[in-house]
């Protein structure tokens, strides 16, 4: 069975940096399509950035130039490096993937969310 274990979240000074990896473990015939999502208490869950197989990437407008979404298709590992961190950029980080186990059956998949807080 498919798991994405997430990594890299904590506690960071406004300006500062993270980088959340997050790996796609188990069977996997292809992954279609990697993101990152993030939920603030009280928020709906919102897009930060995508990477689909093959194609360009694409960003929230509140963390373009920002963050940068990048992955390692030999490790099935998507990554979200996080530059001049915001105390708005705190929420739980969730991995968002669209992957197959076998072909023809794409199945959407989350990990387990880590925790992302921009304080001083």
Request: net charge positive; with cysteine.
């Amino acid at each position: 069975q498919v798991q994405l274990v997430e990594s890299g979240g904590g506690l960071v000074q406004p300006g500062g940096s993270l980088r959340l990896s997050c790996t796609a473990a188990g069977s996997i015939f292809s992954i279609a399509y990697l993101g990152w999502y993030r939920q603030a208490p009280g928020k709906q869950r919102e897009l930060v950035a995508a990477i689909p197989s093959g194609g360009s990437t694409n960003y929230a407008d509140s963390v373009k130039g920002r963050f940068t979404i990048s992955r390692d298709n030999a490790k099935n590992t998507v990554y979200l490096q996080m530059n001049s961190l915001k105390p708005e950029d705190t929420a739980v980080y969730y991995c968002n993937a669209h992957l197959s186990e076998r072909l023809g059956d794409l199945r959407d998949y989350w990990g387990q969310g880590t925790q992302v807080t921009v304080s001083s």
